[in-house]
């Protein structure tokens, strides 16, 4: 990023390898000499991908590190250097699913896109680099959750001429390409995020936190990329955010609203009337998209193997109906009831529907969807046998409504329901200017 960042540089690894316990000392004595850094770039992975048996020893590591710290890990998806190389699009049969510590639950994982093609290329511009590992992590949590720009590469395997420009150990500039050069890009941006939040009146108490700025920065990597169906997703994760704080800030034709809960087993949550602009309402039909992101950091035990995730949530924009006895019941339209992987089998919700996944993303476009009364809900659910009366879950949920015929009011609108509800609200930072410029 032209608009740069700090960077302490820590020795993690020797130049030909190291142990992983050798690893952890060093991040656990890095992270406790220097508490005034909020935000970590790994750029490293292990040299095979991960299974469903559970989450990697590295990855738990980092976890524990994030909450005893209060730090965001961002972390490299990994490389995926084994023949035959892989094109775009591509058929789901090779072995390159992410690698160690990338299925870390609280860090923002990252993989890598091209930003130039040519004829020997193994991919066009745009598209995800045949390098970068794939999701999903251990039991089909989506990963990666960004992607940037990482470099290409030319047949038979060279990136002289369509990597990034890097620094080379001898202070030289050479072309090199890797979900390593595209990690410490979104490292930065999320350094940026947190900076901009923590100088913000917080009338509210609206801090920065490793969840917060991880919401922002995948809900505004969603806004500036198209929908895509769940496999493409492996490889995407949400986009490549463009700007870390566009998710703060709305054009005329969106309106965004950042909530913070805390929930506890067996109440619900719920945001009602939800102020839904004029424009975007007629007669009772709601025309536009809505985008949802909830990111929370649940509970966790490394003894559990693939039930290694102790809490899920469950949220959804919808309607509320009276039922036959006169009482309103919620009716959720994002995701859809009875969409795939909302109800039915435990292993169907797992895998099609995020289940136990501590990032949840929705969004759909309505041209004409009935319902007058729309609200937002979630509830926490914990896994069986878990302890009773232990502290609340705090969930960060962003949820943008935008125009789909170029409406050009959306936002004042928005903001002149929101002001009809009489909710307690705080306006965030307008702008942060981040210029990215990669060559």
Known sequence: PITGCRVHDVCGLESSSAHIGDLIQRLRQALANR?????????????????????????????????????????????????????????????????????????????????????TSYVAAGEPASYSRRGPGPVFTPKPDVVHVGGGVDAPWSADALGI???????????????????????????????????????????????LVKALMIHSAELASPARTPVHRRYFGAGAPSDPMAALYDGPDSFTLVFE??????????????????????????????????????????????????????????TLEPDEDGVLQFHGKVPMRWEQGTDGLESAQVEHGGKWSPVKIHRKVFSGMSGINWALQANMMRRANEPLGQQAMRVVIIVTLRSVDGHGDIYNEGARAL???????QTLPLHVPINIGIR
């Open 35 to 119: 508490p005034d850094i909020r935000v970590w770039n790994l750029s490293l992975g292990a040299p095979s991908g991960v299974g469903d048996d559970g989450f990697s020893e590295l990855a738990q590591e980092l976890d524990a590190l994030c909450d005893h710290y209060g730090v965001l890990f961002v972390v490299a998806a990994g490389n995926y250097l084994d023949e035959p190389r892989r094109g775009w699009p591509c058929e789901d049969t090779f072995t390159d699913r992410i690698s160690s510590p990338a299925d870390s639950v609280r860090a923002l994982t990252v993989g890598a896109i091209t930003h130039l093609g040519s004829t």
């Open 165 to 211: 420009k890097v620094l080379a150990p001898n202070n030289g500039v050479l072309r090199n390409a890797g979900t390593s050069f595209a990690a410490p890009i979104v490292a930065a941006m999320a350094a940026q995020t947190w900076h901009a939040l923590g100088n913000v009146p917080r009338q509210h108490g609206l801090a920065p936190s490793p969840t």
């Open 261 to 318: 809960a805390d929930l506890t087993t067996g109440t619900k949550w719920r945001k009602f009337p939800y102020p839904i602009p004029a424009s975007m309402l007629a007669d009772g039909k709601l025309r536009g998209e809505v985008i949802l992101t909830a990111v929370y950091a649940p509970p966790v035990d490394g003894s559990a193997g693939a039930e290694y995730v102790r809490a899920n949530l469950e949220v959804g924009f919808g």
């Open 419 to 425: 002001a009809a509800v009489n909710w307690v609200t």
